[in-house]
């Protein structure tokens, strides 16, 4: 009987829901696990990085790795990964932009340890202790991994093959992902594994964007009563679709709520949060420098907003690690 194609799944920082996207495929989950040798996958199995390292090179079929990278024993893991496999998939937004995680890139390192163990309305640190990377115990020395300046994307640190967007990626196109690799059906190096369309093109209320909008505010979703049959642009609504690539199924706007730009941009676009910006900004109704600052600043967290998923990969990224 010849040997199933070894598969991993890894998980460096990234919040789980790439991993509970995995048994979203159901009962197709079953076809997979008859059809792959799954080797690594840490979160619902019991595998140790040694069983990895004794590994041929290149034995493994294809590693999914999702979440960004934060610590040096996630660069570790990623390396180990890229150089057991002949294919490495960046699965999920964290993994393909920098993610929710990458907004950290806003703050220093030591304003967020300063933060976090000394200032948080939680923590009750007197001392301002913090954590050793390396302390002994009973004579056995203990060691954390090293907390990096900046949150990576996955190809910032290793060679990516294919990229599977989405927070999380949807099973549909997670299983067309697995059904090209099985078959040796592979697109181009680098590309992504989604629909080269804006979400706009797919967008269940895109037959009520008007031609021509005239923003004089922008409303928060939470804030006011959403018109379900509306484009929500048109409602004054920020949404990211006109920058974000389509391929999730509007499942987001689908239920009344924008697009917060989890897709990526598309090829087209070189910097997602200054795609949208500029369509916004160019569509403010007021022509005087006064009036246009008052529209803008009805946007609260300018890069949280336009840069919530891809601020490591855009042009506003910080180099020094």
């Known amino acids: 009987m010849p040997e199933k194609p070894k598969v991993t799944f890894y998980w460096c920082a990234s919040c789980g829901g790439c991993e509970e996207s995995v048994v979203d495929l159901a009962e197709n989950i079953l076809d997979v696990v008859a059809a792959v040798d799954i080797v690594m996958w840490p979160v619902a199995m019991d595998f140790k990085k040694k069983d990895v390292e004794a590994m041929e090179d290149k034995s493994i079929l294809v590693s999914m790795i999702n979440g960004a990278i934060r610590t040096s024993e996630q660069e570790e893991m990623a390396k180990l990964m890229r150089r057991k496999s002949q294919l490495v998939i960046a699965y999920g937004s964290c993994a393909h932009l920098g993610g929710i995680p990458g907004l950290a890139n806003q703050f220093q390192r030591e304003e967020i340890l300063q933060y976090i163990f000394e200032e948080s309305p939680s923590t009750v640190n007197p001392q301002k202790t913090r954590p050793e990377r390396k302390v002994m115990t009973n004579g056995n020395a203990v060691t954390l991994p090293n ?131 500029s369509a916004l900004a160019s569509q403010v109704e007021a022509k005087d420098e006064k009036g246009i600052d008052a529209t803008l600043a009805t946007i609260p967290d300018p890069v949280g907003t336009f840069y919530r998923y891809g601020l490591p990969i855009s042009l506003l990224r910080r180099k020094n690690f």
């Open 147 to 277: 907390f990096f300046n900046v949150v990576r994307a996955l190809d910032q640190v290793i060679d990516v093959d294919y990229y599977l967007p989405g927070c999380p990626p949807t099973p549909k196109l997670l299983k067309q992902a697995l059904d090209a690799l099985l078959s040796g059906n592979l697109p181009e190096k680098g590309t992504v594994l989604a629909p080269d369309i804006a979400l706009c093109d797919e967008c269940p209320k895109k037959d009520t964007k008007p031609s021509d909008l005239k923003f004089t505010e922008f409303k928060r979703p939470h804030l006011v009563q959403i018109d379900s049959a509306t484009c929500l642009l048109a409602q004054g609504i920020v949404c990211m679709g006109p920058a974000t690539r389509g391929g999730c199924e509007g499942v987001c706007i689908s239920g009344n709520m924008p697009c917060t730009g989890c897709f990526g941009p598309t090829s087209r676009v070189k910097d997602q949060g200054a795609k949208i910006l």
